[in-house]
């Protein structure tokens, strides 16, 4: 048994290896990782096929083993590209989930209205690749099932499939990227925002060019604010909480960091978010009912409810199902589905920290484990007063657990992670500089309070 335990145990080692034993990501050894990846392409093609399921489950374990070298055997070595090792694992868990599900269903990845990958059913033959957000949007999105996020049938402009690209290709590369899986049953009841920008070509690129200045803009700003407080935002990392203050002005100075990196990360999701949409639409010729907005304005989200499940972004939504949902579901009902799901959340932003050599923390498995009770107490004040968590009270309670009780998670990233890291590994000029140009004489700010 003790032989067994050690040859797993320096299995997973080769696989996973000691920080010492990591291979440096240089030009002569990036294309390694990258080329770990083919196997999880090829899962992807083989889910959108017929009577796979076999080798799909036979080659699970292989894409697996593959993509966790690519993430944890390969690794960036200099100081300021650390975040790129947080990154790539964060990717890795995404694809693995992505893997499970591929590999584990019977009848492969479906689109909505399919019997079997490619084969429509009944009426669904005509169905159109418009997404409805089940919210009866007379705006150019096609209202479709009553549960959430379905197409309708035929009532919706057809997206035309790519040509000069093979099917198979299509296919796997559209399952493989696909997040909230607005085309596919998986994604069925998944809240989609609703527009926020013209749905015709020209106007919507215009409209997504300017938030995209607006967001860059916005996050630059906000970084170089956060970066006026001392230790905050360096390579090394610190804390948000500094000791020498008094505890009524220690907590103001950290919430209002708290903040400022909550809103920094807002603008990021939304800079990046329509970069990619830029790129998708304006050079690979999407539609435009392709990329609904990101985020639903979580800042007026009234209850915790409302803002996990409709207000924040369900990029990731799958993911937490697959490693945490579904197994909390089988074993606990709907709600062991909720625990577990938000378990898997704090996991997963947690585990990808193991890659940048400074240890667990926990904070963040803490906080998003909480939300299964913070949800639970939603829903017994619903059942005792017969009112839902609603109004001016729900958004102070939605504040308080977002910009108080997220405070030690938040204190966490910092010591691991630097915001300017994230969002300029190379540490150049920001645009606000200039704006900001009197900070490089004050940062040291707080040191003489």
């Not at 997040?179 to 609703?194: D, S």
């Not at 060019?209 to 906000?222: G, P, Y």
Request: glycine share 10%.
């Amino acid at each position: 048994m003790i032989r067994l335990f050690m040859g797993a145990h320096d299995a997973f080692r080769v696989i996973v290896p000691h920080e010492q034993d990591r291979i440096p990501i240089t030009r002569h050894t990036g294309w390694i990782p990258l080329v770990c990846y083919i196997p999880f392409v090829f899962l992807a093609f083989l889910a959108r096929r017929p009577d796979t399921y076999l080798i799909r489950l036979l080659l699970l374990p292989n894409v697996i083993c593959a993509i966790l070298v690519a993430a944890y055997r390969y690794t960036w070595t200099q100081v300021e590209l650390n975040v790129y090792n947080w990154g790539q694992c964060l990717f890795a868990a995404v694809a693995i989930a992505k893997a499970l599900e591929y590999a584990l269903n019977p009848e492969g990845m479906l689109k909505v209205g399919e019997s079997l990958p490619g084969v429509y059913k009944g009426k669904a033959k005509g169905i159109s690749n418009g997404y409805a957000n089940g919210n009866g949007h007379a705006n150019g999105y096609a209202n479709g099932h009553a549960n959430g996020n379905g197409y309708a049938n035929g009532h919706g402009p057809t997206e035309p499939q790519p040509e000069g690209l093979s099917t198979w290709w299509y296919d796997a590369f559209e399952l493989a990227h696909t997040m909230r899986g607005l085309k596919w049953k998986f994604g069925q009841g998944v809240h989609i925002p609703p527009p926020d920008r013209p749905l015709e070509r020209g106007p919507f690129l215009k409209a997504t060019a300017i938030s995209f200045i607006q967001n860059f803009i916005l996050l630059d700003v906000l970084e170089s604010l956060v970066k006026l407080f001392p230790g905050v935002g360096t390579p090394i990392g610190g804390t948000i909480f500094y000791p020498q203050l008094s505890l009524p002005l220690r907590y103001l100075v950290s919430t209002t960091i708290h903040i400022l990196t909550g809103a920094a990360l807002l603008s990021g999701f939304g800079m990046v978010y329509d970069l990619i949409t830029l790129f998708a639409v304006g050079v690979m010729d999407g539609s435009p009912r392709s990329w609904p907005p990101v985020m639903d304005n979580p800042w007026i989200s009234e209850s915790m409810h409302e803002f996990w499940a409709k207000r924040w972004h369900q990029l990731l939504r799958q993911t937490f199902l697959v490693f945490g949902g579904y197994p909390g579901q089988w074993l606990g009902g709907s709600m062991g589905m909720v625990f577990g799901t938000f378990l898997a959340s704090g996991l997963f932003h947690e585990c990808a920290m193991y890659s940048m050599k400074r240890g667990y923390d926990h904070s963040a498995t803490i906080f998003f484990a909480a939300q299964g009770p913070v949800l639970v107490l939603e829903r017994f004040w619903r059942r005792a007063t017969g009112r839902r968590v609603s109004g001016w009270p729900g958004r102070l309670w939605v504040y308080f657990i977002m910009f108080v009780a997220a405070q030690p998670m938040g204190s966490s990233r910092y010591s691991h992670l630097s915001l300017d890291r994230c969002t300029n590994p190379r540490n150049s000029e920001r645009v606000a500089s200039p704006w900001f140009g009197w900070r490089h004489g004050y940062t040291t700010i707080f040191e003489s309070i």
